[in-house]
């Protein structure tokens, strides 16, 4: 991995905002249709990366 696991969630968590604040800003069905859609994959995502950082902490917990 090129990045660390909290780097990709910040990224993601960013994202989020920028697509939530334009959700906001939308009027036309078809484009809020999409950005809900890319709006769900990016909590999905973060979801995901939540789940390996709490991982990699028990891991390092346990190598203790």
């Given at each position: ?12 968590e ?48 346990d190598?203790?």
């Amino acid at each position: 991995m090129d990045k660390p696991v909290g780097e990709h969630i910040r990224v993601l968590e960013e994202k989020r905002k920028e697509l939530a604040t334009e959700i906001m800003n939308t009027i036309t069905n078809g484009k809020l249709n999409k950005l809900e859609t890319r709006l769900s994959a990016v909590e999905s995502a973060l979801a995901l990366y939540r789940s390996a950082l709490e991982t990699e902490k028990r891991a390092l917990a346990d190598s203790d």
